[in-house]
Nanobody, 117 residues
Framework: QVQLVESGGGLVQPGGSLRLSCEAS????????MGWYRQAPGQERTLVTS???????NYADSVKDRFSISRDDAQNTVYLRMDSLKDEDTAVYYC???????????WGQGTQVTVSS
């Protein structure tokens, strides 16, 4: 099984920006839908964004127009650019990879994003 490696979290002021990264093996990257869920303390884990191997993107309404997901095929890496961050974006962000036909699902270790004054 592949363990996704993610990074890029941190502490930022409201209105600030962060970029998250998630790297997978070549085979997983080429065949799986990838993206991020997030989970705040005491809250449910919710889908933030996803991107298919063909570049089709999806965003939760709460982050649309502020977040942008992209793929770098040469580096087997998915990036999430987060702009205009709000307090409610504070959560642990978990990268994931899901096979579009099979039931395989992989998770990253999580990275903390804290938006606070």
């Amino acid at each position: 099984q592949v363990q996704l490696v993610e990074s890029g979290g941190g502490l930022v002021q409201p209105g600030g920006s962060l970029r998250l990264s998630c790297e997978a093996s070549r085979n997983i990257f080429r065949t799986h839908v990838m993206g991020w869920y997030r989970q705040a303390p005491g809250q449910e884990r919710t889908l933030v964004t996803s991107i298919t191997s063909g570049g089709i993107t999806n965003y939760a309404d709460s982050v649309k127009d502020r977040f942008s997901i992209s793929r770098d095929d040469a580096q087997n890496t998915v990036y999430l650019r987060m702009d205009s961050l709000k307090d409610e974006d504070t959560a642990v962000y978990y990268c994931y990879a899901r096979h579009p036909q099979l039931t395989r699902l992989y998770w990253g270790q999580g990275t903390q994003v804290t938006v606070s004054s």
